[in-house]
């Protein structure tokens, strides 16, 4: 850290490129490497006065930004937008061990600048400065909110959506991973389904979906931030942290060339991600699903795609015996940053050649150390499909109940030798009175 003489202020070049929304900035340091990223959506309206009246202008961050101002440091610093005539935006960013995050939003705006503020009567500029939800974003990851926060205040609103930014970028490589706002989580739902998979209709490929998916307030306003605005600010809501439903029941088949079925899934899944310290749930949407694959002796391949995830299943046939062996799975986010976690030597929802495997409890399963998956109404048949419905079942419940089948046994064998134990005696306590007799 010393190497970068901390806190040397590092002049921003501001490269700006021309999206259709929003606006993109890369900052770089003194070496020329970028050290602060962001790519986000704003929208401003602001409240002042016109000649005798209260107007209200309303605009959007332009793409067309400088970043002139912003700087980067050891463990604080910059980001400053401006635009138009004496306007911007500015984020501050502190770095606490291996969390960063932006500590106020301060807007700034000209309001002797007629093009914005039509017939003000003020040749002030305003700023207003509030408290930032971007917080507890991990080190080397990008901060990722497509979900809209917005920020109200007395004279100004601000909402920000489609949010990308990374601080403190390390070696000039913006990161791959992401750290995800809370708001963005949880977006499928459906009615808990108490039916189990009984058999599903064989004969479409793809996907059909059969539990109805109710339409739920998955989306949870922002909440307002403390403002140091003229005026009391509104009291600060707690966020809410979002509960997930059980996911809806996705029911998968695959055909084989002949158009037989030859690949049988039926699950809901939810996928748990931990990236550093953040956890985020999501819940696989199995009516937005499509499934896609091959079949074949010794691996069947099962892809399910939905708009924000891959998932690849890969089952191996192994000497008369079927596992899932692979999963490869990616979240897409809006903003284009992928989450990917491979495990290629899996042993799970293994059961016999021509059967399948079942297992109605939910279930939690561990792929990798970043990725765990929440099967609920689980039943599969990769292999051996015949008369294009399930074959018999393993149930991974009858794990639980097979020690009693043994107990069942040994309890039958008990009483059938007490009987047949009886049965010599009273024979010979019969045969011995005969015998008596007939001799
Ligand atoms: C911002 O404003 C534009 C039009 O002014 C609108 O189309 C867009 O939906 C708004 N975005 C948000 C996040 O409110
Ligand atoms: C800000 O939003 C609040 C709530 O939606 C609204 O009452 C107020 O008029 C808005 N202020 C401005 C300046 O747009
Ligand atoms: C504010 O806007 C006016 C008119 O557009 C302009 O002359 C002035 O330079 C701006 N102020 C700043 C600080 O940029
Ligand atoms: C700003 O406006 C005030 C009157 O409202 C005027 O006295 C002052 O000279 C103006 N300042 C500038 C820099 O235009
Ligand atoms: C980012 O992801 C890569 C794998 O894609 C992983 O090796 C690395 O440890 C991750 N970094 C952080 C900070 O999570
Ligand atoms: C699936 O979603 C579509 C639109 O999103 C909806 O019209 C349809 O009813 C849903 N089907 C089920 C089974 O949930
Ligand atoms: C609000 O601004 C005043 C000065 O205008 C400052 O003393 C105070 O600390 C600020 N409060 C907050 C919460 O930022
Ligand atoms: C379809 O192909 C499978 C092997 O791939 C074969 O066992 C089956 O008999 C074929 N069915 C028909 C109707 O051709
Ligand atoms: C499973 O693999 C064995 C060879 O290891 C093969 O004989 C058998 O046909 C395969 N089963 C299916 C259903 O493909
Ligand atoms: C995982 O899948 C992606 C495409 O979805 C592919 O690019 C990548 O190579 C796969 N990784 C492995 C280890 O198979
Ligand atoms: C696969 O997992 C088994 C134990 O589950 C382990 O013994 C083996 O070394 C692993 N193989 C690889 C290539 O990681
Ligand atoms: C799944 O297992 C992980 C690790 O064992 C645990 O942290 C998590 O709480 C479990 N989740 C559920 C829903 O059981």
Known sequence: MARFAAFVSLLAAGIVLQLSNGAEVNVTDKEGKLCLYANLMVNFSVSYIAGEKKDTAEFELPSAVTTDGSECGATSSTLKLNFRDGHSLSLNFTMDGNMYQADSITFSYNLSDATVFPGSGSNETESVTVKSQITKVGVDTCYSCDSKDMIITDMVNMTLSSVLIQAFVSEGNKSENITSCSADSPPTTAPPTTAPPTTPPPTTQGTNATTPAPVTNATTPAPAPVTNATTPAPPPTPTPTPTLLPPNIGKYSLNSDNSTVCLLATF??????????????????????????????????????????????????????????AVNFTAK???????????????????????????????????TNMLSFYTFNLRVQPFGITNGDFNTAEDCETDVDSFLVPIAVGVALIVLIVIVVLAYFIGRKRNMSTGYESF
Do not use: P
Request: with cysteine.
């Open 333 to 367: 986010t809006g903003s284009g940053v992928d989450f990917n976690a491979v495990n290629t030597n899996l042993t799970l929802w293994e059961a016999a050649i021509g059967s399948s495997y079942m297992c109605n409890k939910e279930q939690n399963y561990t792929i």
């Open 268 to 325: 809901g899944l939810r996928i748990g991600i931990k990236q550093g310290e953040t956890f985020q749930e999501m819940n696989l949407d199995a009516n937005e699903t499509k499934a896609s694959g091959s079949c074949g002796i010794n691996s069947s391949e099962l892809q399910l795609v939905s708009s924000t995830m891959t998932i690849m299943l890969t089952f191996i046939n192994d000497t008369a015996k079927f596992r899932l062996h």
